[in-house]
């Protein structure tokens, strides 16, 4: 038995041949590749950019790693690590060619997970990824990309921002050190970290070899669940659709259906009816070169829009609010609140059922006679329209 590293590093050939553990050709690539010198250069180098280093056998390596056939013997860390153990974790993968409905739907179920304290992980790549991951630092929630290379590797260049700011608000990892470049048999074997540190996996627009329906394999074998978002019969949609008509994964078409499925993890106390701003430009979270330059181009910009044209002249106040000025008096007019649409079918059984009185969401479900998922769908319809009102709890009143 070994008590670290460096015993095992100063037995040599001969001690790691009659350990009976290693293959021959694992003793070869440790007497050849590996030495204390190299991994001490490594360790300098994560130091020298503030990067953490997780040994398996760290308290803070996330456990549900262990649960792989192969879990990495270390593991990089730019950022803070989210508590796998006791937060609602999931994976959102797909295309890297994805079209607009995909990229909406990845930012939006990513935003909406968020905001119910989910946290999102994916791969940082182009397309489903980097909007999920923008969706989930929008909603100033945590997310971890997980690279196929080393958290400093160039890969992706014009992503560093958008990587900086996730080490702020969550985690950016990897298993190989940091400068390592990307191979092409790194990224299966990230999708893998991907599924393993996720409860459950969602799916947008994977093509019929897509690379997100490797990491849906690895879910399954995992026995996470696995859920795809449903679409059009398009080339980009081939892998996804195939999920759902073979039963591997759940269709879904909301972000609340994955939080019904998981109702029993998630606090909807936390639930927000800010949701405008899902389709609002998401030029705030940085993307391309330093982050700061961003945000102070934004600010520049902000402000030349609130700046006034001396060309413009004020306008004329109308005749009455003259009139007014004259005799001293001042006349506001309250503009009349919209109309609230009116309500049929789901939401006029429960807007019916409904109190002043808190309900909770199991006996709400029961009174009505409908699905918990369709009712906390309603429900989040009707809080976002003004009708309800969510209480600690999961519990529900009239507002």
């Known amino acids: 038995m070994y008590h670290d590293i460096s015993d095992l590093l100063k037995g040599g050939v001969r001690e790691w041949t009659f350990c009976g553990v290693l293959s021959k050709e694992e003793i070869e690539r440790l007497g050849s590749a590996a030495s204390a010198s190299r991994a001490q250069a490594i360790l300098d180098r994560c130091a020298e950019l503030g990067y953490s280093v997780l040994t398996i056998d760290d308290p803070a390596y996330p456990h549900c790693l262990m649960n792989l056939y192969a879990p990495p013997a270390v593991l990089y860390v730019h ?45 940082g790549a ?83 070899k897509s690379g997100a329906l490797i990491t849906a394999d690895a879910s399954l074998e995992l026995g996470r669940d696995v859920f795809a978002l449903m679409g059009n019969n398009s080339a980009v949609n081939l892998g996804s659709n195939r999920l759902i008509k073979e039963g591997a994964a ?15 993890k998630v606090e909807f106390s936390a639930l927000t009816t800010d949701f405008e701003s899902m389709f609002r430009d998401i030029n705030a979270i940085p993307v391309k070169g330093n982050p700061e330059e961003n945000g102070n181009r934004k ?28 005799s001293g008096k001042t006349e506001t007019t309250a503009q009349p609140a919209p109309p609230k649409p009116a309500l049929t079918g789901d939401a006029k059984r429960i807007i019916d059922y409904l109190s002043a009185e808190p309900v909770h969401i199991d006996t709400l479900a029961d009174g009505v006679q409908l699905p918990v998922s369709r009712v906390l769908s309603t429900l989040t319809l009707l809080e976002m329209q003004g009708y309800v009102r969510a209480l600690q709890g999961r519990k529900f009143v009239l507002k």
């Open 79 to 123: 950022g803070t690590l989210p508590d796998f153990e006791h937060r609602l974790s999931i994976g959102v993968v797909g295309t890297r060619s994805a079209s607009r409905y995909g990229l909406a739907n990845s930012y939006k179920f990513a935003y909406a997970l968020a905001k119910y304290e989910t946290v999102i992980i994916s791969g």
């Open 250 to 264: 759940y269709p879904v078409t909301d972000f609340m259906d994955i939080l019904a499925y998981y109702h029993q």
């Open 299 to 326: 600010a520049d910009n902000a402000s030349a829009e609130k700046a006034p044209d001396k060309k413009e002249k004020p306008k004329a106040a109308p005749k009455s609010e003259k009139a007014a000025k004259k």
């Open 126 to 208: 182009l397309g489903v990824d980097c909007a999920s991951h923008r969706g989930a630092l929008a909603a100033g929630g945590v997310t971890v990309c997980v690279r196929g290379c080393g958290i400093n590797s160039r890969y992706l260049k014009d992503n560093i921002g958008m990587r900086q700011a996730i080490a702020q608000n969550g985690a950016v990892i990897s298993e190989y050190p940091p400068d390592e470049e990307p191979r092409k048999y790194y990224f299966p074997a990230r999708n893998r970290l991907i599924s393993a540190l996720s409860n459950g996996l969602l799916v947008i627009e994977a093509g019929d």
